[in-house]
């Protein structure tokens, strides 16, 4: 296939919702890990194709999700000091932290900018010689690469006045999370591909192994997910738990070795808190001490943050694959895309947001 279309080809995805009806014996439930996959799902409405007893839950796939309310709150101090100009995507300017966000910052005066790459907020520090330019560094292992090299420039051009605030998190140390939870109820994954882009998949073989789980690597167009969907249901029938590759147009068994490589010169692994699920061990990346001078939370050395989760935003048993939105009590009522109580309801890529824009009547 060549063009965008051939992949949202309705005969061919009735086909396959066919197969897993023909193959099901019993149900099932699949989580798709990440939050691009989510809202192709709930867009084309493939859960409706699928028989009853196939049932999706929603991974933690979304990096805008996942991000802790302490470093939001952090990113709008930064921004409210002197002679910054803080950069981010668009997407983690309506986020809410425990009082506000950036976009509130921007209205009260902060130098707050939508940027479409670290390298626009490299250009802005390369052009604005005297101001602190900082780039809010958020992400899977998806944008890492093009941040690593971002901070790997800066320092390479001797720009000082940039710096990085990162809260990168790395998929398989939540997919074992869930795995390890007494209230999982996930059989079978459809793995991140453009996670995977990156990653390769290799380290899924050990989870695949050592909690009998399959995994297949699935993309984000229709007929990739319902692709995905019955090689696990196959899977699941066979009594089967292996990694496979439904995604094999853009990932492979190692990944991108080149941006591997940048990643582990610019970054080490630490341990990292997840927005509403809590601290993961060695599921973030960091700086290392060698780009320290563009570390913003070592630059700024702000006080550490201890806030609270809103009380009724249940986004940490969404994001687990615990609960759907519409089990929370706040969803399409005191939490909407204008007014979101938590993270998935902003995000291009949470679960929240797709049920609100395509499941509203639910
Ligand atoms: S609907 Fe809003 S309050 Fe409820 S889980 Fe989603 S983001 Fe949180």
Request: hydrophobic fraction near 45%; glycine fraction near 8%.
């Amino acid at each position: 296939m060549r063009y965008v279309d051939e992949y949202r080809d309705p005969q061919i995805a009735h086909a396959l919702a066919g197969k897993v009806a023909a193959t099901a014996t019993k149900p099932w439930v699949l989580m798709e890990v990440c939050g691009g996959q989510t809202h192709t799902l709930m867009r084309y409405g493939i859960g409706d194709l699928l028989p009853p007893g196939i049932e999706l839950v929603h991974g933690p796939g979304c990096p805008v999700c996942v991000t802790p309310l302490e470093l939001i709150d952090q990113a709008i101090r930064i921004a409210g000091l002197p002679n910054v100009t803080f950069t981010s995507y668009g997407d983690m300017l309506r986020v809410p932290g425990s009082h506000s966000d950036l976009f509130a910052a921007r209205a009260n005066g902060a130098d707050v900018r939508v940027v479409y790459s670290p390298m626009d907020a490299l250009k802005i520090a390369r052009d604005n010689p005297h101001r602190k330019v900082v780039f809010f560094g958020v992400g899977f292992e998806t944008t890492a690469p093009a941040n690593a090299m971002a901070v790997w420039q800066a320092r390479r051009e001797g720009l000082t006045n940039f710096s990085m605030l990162v809260s990168h998190v790395l998929v398989p140390p939540a997919m074992r999370l869930i795995l390890e939870s007494p209230a999982n109820r996930v059989q079978g994954f459809i793995g991140p591909g453009h996670v995977c882009t990156i990653m390769g998949f290799r380290e899924y073989d050990e989870l695949a192994r050592e909690f009998h789980v399959p995994v297949v690597v699935g993309g984000f167009e229709p007929l990739d997910l319902l692709e995905a969907i019955s090689m696990l249901v196959s899977q699941l029938e066979e009594g089967r738990a292996e990694v496979e590759n439904q995604y094999s147009r853009s990932v492979d068994y190692q990944g991108n070795i080149g941006a591997q490589k940048i990643m582990r010169e610019v970054f080490t692994v630490s341990d990292r808190k997840w927005r509403g699920i809590g601290e993961i061990a060695a599921s973030g990346l960091v700086l290392r001490d060698e780009f320290a001078a563009h570390d913003a939370e070592r630059v700024f050395n702000l006080a550490p943050l201890s806030v609270k989760e809103p009380a009724e935003c249940i986004s940490a048993l969404v994001l687990l694959g615990q609960k759907k939105p519409a089990d929370c009590a706040a969803f399409g009522k005191r939490c909407t895309p204008m007014t979101p109580l938590g993270a998935p309801m902003v995000s291009a890529e949470g679960a929240c947001a797709a049920w609100y824009q395509y499941k509203r009547h639910v």
